[in-house]
């Protein structure tokens, strides 16, 4: 089975501290990906990669920064955190050409205060 | 502007019952659909899914229905059991571009009543 591990179940910050969030991925999967889900808003996506140092921007970006060094590891920046980052943070992993392929981790709830 | 919809939040369906799920949505170049279930503290797990070019698929009991000219898709659940009780949620792609994002919709919680 795949698995998608989020290194922190649970994180509280304090508002202006820079967020790493870590998730790796033991399947050798080209594409990761970054969502928040914030109820009455369902998932949204922050960020993904299709490989090794590529990046794109999802559909809310802003604020956040990704990381992809290494195929297996990619990890969401909260460059400077604010309480409207208060969320649930998911990340996801795929291979290439399976839109159904997608493994989430169990996810980080990141409270900023 | 939301692309996939889904526009009740929650659904209580007696164990035993039909459970409907619905979605629409809007870019008429999403060509594939799926749908994901979430249970709390989890996350969400790939449930089934369809190709615009099927109007049907089945598996067990979780059957998703394609109206391409309405832009609507429905998940049917038969019987309804409470370890159904979960967050569905809907999510679409336009795979023919090339593109393997999903987008999601906000999610119905469905609870399944013994």
């Known amino acids: 089975d795949v698995k998608v591990t989020q290194s922190s179940r649970y994180l509280v910050k304090r508002t202006g501290e820079k967020v790493f969030l870590e998730c790796v991925q033991d399947?050798?999967?080209?594409?990761m990906f970054w969502y928040r889900q914030d109820p009455g808003l369902g998932l949204r996506l922050i960020y993904f990669?299709?490989?090794?140092?590529?990046?794109e921007k999802g559909d809310i970006p802003e604020g956040y920064s990704v990381s992809r060094e290494k195929k297996e590891r990619f990890s969401l920046i909260l460059e400077s955190a604010s309480t409207n980052q208060t969320s649930m943070y998911l990340c996801?992993?795929?291979?290439?050409?399976?839109?159904?392929?997608?493994?989430f981790g169990s996810g980080t709830r990141l409270t900023v205060v | 502007d939301q692309q996939v919809k889904q526009n009740s939040p929650s659904l209580s369906v007696q164990e035993g019952r039909i459970s409907i799920l619905n979605c629409d949505y809007t870019?008429?170049?999403?060509?594939?659909f799926l749908w994901y279930k979430k249970y709390p503290a989890e996350g969400p797990t790939f449930l089934i899914s369809?190709?615009?070019?099927?109007d049907k698929n089945e598996d067990g009991r979780f059957t998703v229905f394609l109206n391409k000219s309405a832009k609507h898709l429905s998940l049917h659940i038969v019987p309804s059991q409470p370890g159904d009780s979960a967050v569905y949620f809907c999510?679409?792609?336009?795979?023919?571009?090339?593109?393997?994002?999903?987008?999601f919709g906000k999610g119905t919680k469905l609870s399944v009543i013994p």
């Open positions: 996801a992993s795929s291979p290439p050409d399976r839109v159904d392929g997608y493994t």
């Open positions: 399947m050798d999967h080209e594409n």
């Open positions: 990669s299709y490989d090794v140092k590529m990046k």
């Open positions: 870019n008429s170049m999403f060509d594939y």
């Open positions: 369809i190709s615009s070019i099927k």
């Open positions: 999510a679409a792609s336009d795979i023919g571009a090339g593109s393997y994002q999903l987008t």
